[in-house]
């Protein structure tokens, strides 16, 4: 008999063990974990998660991923619910111009105040104060330390801190998005002061937080396994789950069987063609939501020249049948898009330039831009073929598969596109870097539709995630303006003009929106979804495990 690994852990006197399916056979299901169900059915004391990566670090400012674990341990100032309003965590409220946490400055700049919930401690019992909140400030822009984005931070020019509940954030010029600033939390002052957090390995595998669970243990290549933090600050005996076990399964066919044969008790994001595989399952129940975001291919316009020739961005956005895909490939979970900002949102511009499938329009182009069809069936230009490398993440069978139809459409307009698979955590430096052509990816947006990050001819890493390189005065111009307009409406109208020039650039093609599907213990309470990139862990700490 062989099986992945059976590990125990004793916690508080009781052995939980970690066991495959021909483990969990062997065991026929026998002694009663607290809480209810088997030793391998999900419980009060144990809650397996099938996660399609692992982290490259557990530092929420420095990850680039989506923070899923790191959140269940590092609480933000506030997050977003699943109804997509950003709420207070560590904040006592949010700040606004009308409860006098905003003030608009008379030199063009604006002070935000941020009252923070009282008696919230670090898991070590320290205090969270303000002065954790000026600390990560300067951390973020004294220089040193290269997080994933500096984006809004670097036009703060100061922080003060009047009490330890007060943290008197002074902006340079007036920063809209302000309210989703601390979303990632605060770095702990007394752990980090005067350290390298580059190098910081105790903080960035195992960070200290205040969230309802702390770093037991992290298996590199098997799991992070998250134990329930005492004493969180939230009280009424939160959370409720003791023990949470991310096990590393990038392979979607593994993760799934993992889930079908119970030696996996949740998965999140759960894809779309695993659907009607999942659903027939009395255990589980499949949580859906609309989401907030959307898959697209990033044409990377730095580090492939041609793609900065708009002829040609528009050109492949016409040779894609996106809706015979979502009907073919994504048995129509999700709906064609046309651009960043979701329906979701009111910032949403459903008339904007779109790019109908149409192999005739996207000859033309190619054409008008000098790149003619070869005897070997590819365009080239001045002897340089239009050959381009997509990267996409590996053991993700829907992209693996949308990849392949990419790559047949793209060969029968004269385009030599190949495909390069890259496992989930080795692809997020990668783009971070730039070092990449093109990339099929999501984004997931956070409530907030800010999209300078996004298209800002000076939001590439680290300062954003203009991943595409897209340098455009007027678009950049746009996105500013908005960033500076506090008025809800006004702001949104300048969104939907961004929106609009997006579309006419084509910096990238918008395929389809991210619909969010999550397979969870038919038992579970308190589970929600969250539309946004906060994540389905976004309430962790109210979730718990109940009788049939």
Request: charged fraction near 20%; glycine fraction near 8%; aromatic fraction near 8%.
């Amino acid at each position: 008999m062989t099986s992945w690994r059976a590990r125990a852990h004793a916690i508080t006197g009781i052995r939980l063990v970690v066991c495959t399916a021909m483990f969990v056979a062997a065991c026929g299901g026998g002694e009663r974990a607290a809480g209810g169900g088997s030793a391998g059915g999900p419980s009060n004391e144990l809650l397996i998660i099938g996660y399609d990566r692992e982290p490259d670090t557990m530092n929420r400012y420095a990850t680039h991923i989506l923070e899923d674990i790191e959140s269940c341990v590092v609480e933000g100032l506030v997050t977003n619910d699943e109804q997509m309003r950003i709420v207070p965590v560590l904040a006592a409220e949010i700040p606004t111009l009308a409860n006098k946490g905003v003030v608009l400055r008379p030199d063009g700049g604006m002070d935000v105040i941020w009252k923070l919930r009282p008696g919230v401690k670090w898991h070590d019992g320290t205090p969270h104060s303000s002065a954790d909140v000026k600390f990560t400030v300067d951390a973020i822009n004294k220089g040193d330390w290269k997080p994933e984005s500096v984006d809004g931070f670097d036009r703060i020019s100061s922080v003060d801190t009047p009490d330890s509940l007060t943290a008197v954030v002074h902006y340079k010029e007036v920063y809209a998005p302000y309210q989703l600033q601390f979303v990632r939390g605060t770095l702990p002052r007394h752990v980090l002061a005067g350290r390298d957090i580059n190098s910081a390995n105790d903080y960035n595998r195992a960070p200290l937080g205040t969230g309802p669970y702390r770093v037991k243990e992290w298996k590199t290549g098997e799991y992070i396994l998250l134990e329930r933090a005492p004493d969180y600050w939230r009280g009424g005996g939160q959370p409720k789950i003791r023990q949470l076990l991310f096990r590393f399964l990038a392979n979607t066919t593994t993760r799934i069987n993992l889930l079908k044969s119970g030696e996996v008790h949740l998965v999140a994001l759960l894809p779309w063609d695993k659907v009607r595989e999942v659903q027939p399952l009395p255990r589980l129940r499949l949580n859906k939501v609309v989401g907030n975001g959307y898959e697209h291919v990033t044409l990377n316009q730095r580090h492939f020249p041609a793609f900065a020739d708009v002829r040609v961005r528009r050109a492949l956005a016409h040779a894609v049948d996106r809706a015979s895909m979502v009907r073919t490939l994504l048995d129509e979970q999700v709906s064609v898009v046309n651009g960043p900002i979701q329906p979701l949102s009111p910032a949403y511009e459903p008339t904007v330039t779109s790019y109908p499938y149409d192999t005739v329009a996207a000859n033309r182009l190619l054409d008008e831009a000098g790149w003619r069809m070869g005897s070997d069936g590819v365009r080239n230009r001045n002897g340089k073929r239009l050959a381009f490398t997509l990267i996409t993440q590996s053991g993700f069978a829907i992209r693996e598969n949308v990849s392949q139809a990419l790559q047949q459409a793209y060969r029968t307009v004269g385009v030599d596109m190949q495909v390069q698979l890259l496992d989930g955590t080795s692809i997020s430096s990668v783009w971070f870097k730039g070092e990449f052509d093109a990339m099929l990816h999501w984004w997931q947006m956070g409530a907030d539709p800010e999209l300078t990050l996004f298209f800002a001819r000076d939001r590439t890493p680290p300062a954003g995630r203009n991943i595409n390189y897209v340098d455009d005065a007027e678009l950049t111009a746009l996105l500013y303006e908005s960033d500076r307009t506090v008025d809800a409406g006004a702001r949104n109208a300048l969104l939907r003009t961004a929106q609009g020039r997006i579309a006419e650039l084509a910096p990238e093609i918008p395929l389809y929106n991210t619909a969010k599907v999550d397979a969870i213990p038919a038992t579970l309470k308190g589970f929600t979804g969250n539309p946004t990139n906060a994540g389905p862990f976004w309430n962790v700490h109210a979730w718990e495990m109940t009788p049939r």
